[in-house]
Nanobody, 124 residues
């Protein structure tokens, strides 16, 4: 069983930055073995892929929406994954979710474990 707890959300003006954190704990395999990802869900919309990172630090992003502005990293010693978000835009407003699985891609279907989400609001 994997437990994920997100933090770091809030209200930030357009052009500002936030860093989200996702703390992982597990009673089985170590967190470092898991692919970790960030998804986001705006009101009335589906949950969309933002970025993922594998055990070695190889990362992929939703290129159209966040490439060049968001960076996903992980600190395996702290069992924590981060999402650094720069140059935030009103369209980045959403609940951001951390997810984990032994092998996950860009689909929500690929992840068995989810955090409770953290709200990010960028006023227009």
């Amino acid at each position: 069983q994997v437990q994920l707890v997100e933090s770091g959300g809030g209200l930030v003006q357009a052009g500002g930055s936030l860093r989200l954190s996702c703390a992982c704990s597990t009673s089985g395999r170590a967190c470092r073995n898991y692919v970790m990802a960030w998804f986001r869900q705006a009101p009335g919309k589906e949950r969309d892929f933002v970025a993922r990172i594998n055990w070695s630090g190889l990362s992929t992003y939703d290129t159209d929406s966040v490439k060049g502005r968001f960076t996903i990293t992980r600190d395996n010693a702290k069992n924590t994954v981060y999402l650094q978000m720069n140059s935030l835009k009103p369209e980045d407003t959403a609940v951001y979710y951390c997810a984990a699985n032994l092998g996950g891609g860009r689909s929500t279907m690929g992840y068995d474990y989810w955090g409770q989400g953290t709200q990010v609001t960028v006023p227009s």
